[in-house]
């Protein structure tokens, strides 16, 4: 006996999975239902922020203010949560001309005026003034004393034109800040490529298990160091379930409010796991524009694999490897030593690269091996990256089986870009470390 396991993409096909291999099908749960709408969830988060006063008590009738939204490459709806932080800002006494919006494109290419009318509303893309943040143009960047440890600290200079800086984003495990959500919309969002590379190259240090899932960690205050000095003062978060609806909200101060959203993100992106799998399926969704972004499927199948193991990547990729970081063609998924190497020799400037190629690389080269199943990436290029190529899910598993035996475990994780195994009892309490 077999069971079928099907993907979120029409042009990716099923996998048959023998029933006696298979330790388990792993998703995302569920918002509860007969609750408040999202709509709702974000209104009334809004009257009762964490460790701030509300908006409208906190802006004044001449207040500037620069609400800072992810872009396309997230699945933060904003189009439902800009009219209610909008709503409270004019109950506030300021009016629709002082509220200006800026784009957190980090190193991403901008938005086409219909994907932005798409993820943010047309009427909001018709009223308000947009600024796309380009992190190459030096010009639109300020530099900032460095933090305490050292990171260079250069933003958008269009954060110090405003006086009341709101971030909008949602939290969901993250390889490199632990959660995404909180500051991470300043730092990448709106951060110039220096700043980035260096909280991104600090991540390389660690495992995705020292990383993934925890709120308090090295990068985490890092960030959190940069949007401070940066200026942001309220965010407003959700958390979404496995059918990217509302399941929370949280809004108010930068650190304190991320915190609490994280908790809500454990709930819904936490899965147990009785024991770590010889092969992990994992589906790149919700990131699946590139493979940049794709990625975060690998990191969670990390989470879920033995060692020696074997990861599947299954994702679309419609726009290939990467927009921002076209060297990792090239580059390729390689082990921390080697990246190390590179970037003490100079031979590697690009930290935000070095970060990403070593992630990937301690899973594919050194934990185990990778298999990539993408419509959107050719064979030759899925070799230079370190994987081995898969017509399909099904020439996936099989290659797989070759590797690992016929006997091998096989773990399937659905939502795989949001998801955040954890090999430990059910019966123990969820906690943000």
């Not at 694999?305 to 998924?333: A, F, N, Q, R």
Request: aromatic share 6%; glycine share 10%; net charge negative.
């Amino acid at each position: 006996m077999t069971v079928n396991i099907t993907f979120h993409y029409q042009d990716i096909p099923s996998v048959n999975v023998p029933e006696e291999n298979l330790l388990g099908v792993f998703e995302p749960a569920e918002a509860p239902s007969g609750v408040l709408s999202g709509r709702e969830l974000v209104r009334e988060s809004l009257r009762s922020p964490v460790g701030t006063a509300k908006l409208s008590d906190i802006v004044v009738p001449d207040s500037r203010v620069l609400i800072i939204v992810d872009d396309n490459t997230r699945n933060t709806p904003t189009d439902i949560i800009l009219p209610e932080i909008i709503d409270e800002l004019i109950s506030g006494g300021i009016s629709h001309g002082n509220i200006r919006l800026m784009i957190a494109l980090g190193t991403h290419r901008s938005m086409t005026r219909s994907e932005k009318i798409k993820k943010y509303g047309r009427d909001i893309v018709d009223k308000y003034e947009f600024i796309d943040h380009l992190w190459t143009d030096e010009a639109s960047l300020v530099e900032l004393p460095s933090t305490i440890n050292g990171t260079e600290i250069w933003i958008n200079r269009a954060l110090f034109d405003s006086d009341l800086v709101i971030g909008v984003g949602h939290i969901t495990p993250h390889r490199v800040a632990g959660f995404s959500g909180g500051a991470k919309i300043i730092q990448p969002g709106v951060s110039g490529g220096i700043t980035t590379g260096q909280t991104h190259w600090l991540s390389a240090f660690f495992t995705g298990k020292e990383i993934m899932g925890k709120v308090d960690n090295p990068v985490r205050r890092e960030m959190n160091d940069v949007a401070v000095a940066a200026g942001l003062k309220f965010i407003v978060n959700v958390v979404l379930d496995r059918n990217e609806d509302i399941y929370s909200c949280t809004c108010g101060d930068p650190v304190e409010a991320h915190k609490k959203g994280c908790e809500d993100a454990l709930r819904v992106f936490g899965v147990y796991m009785d024991g770590p799998a010889d092969i992990v399926i994992a589906e790149s969704y919700p990131a699946d524009l590139e493979l940049w972004q794709a990625a975060k499927g690998l990191y969670a199948a990390d989470l879920a694999m033995k060692e020696g193991g074997v990861s599947i990547l299954v994702t679309p990729c419609p726009e290939g490897v990467c927009y921002g970081h076209g060297d990792l063609s090239e580059l390729g998924y390689q082990p921390f030593e080697v990246i190390k190497e590179k970037v003490e020799k100079g031979e590697l400037v690009d930290l935000t690269l070095a970060a990403h190629s070593v992630h990937g690389g301690r899973i594919i080269k050194e934990r185990g091996k990778g298999i990539l199943v993408s419509p959107g990436i050719d064979r030759e290029t899925t070799e230079k990256l370190g994987f081995t190529w898969a017509a399909g899910p099904q020439d996936a598993l099989e290659k797989a089986f070759s590797i690992a035996g016929k006997d091998a475990s096989v773990a399937v994780l659905k939502c795989g870009g949001d998801l955040l195994p954890i090999l430990r009892y059910p019966d123990e309490p969820v906690k943000v470390s």
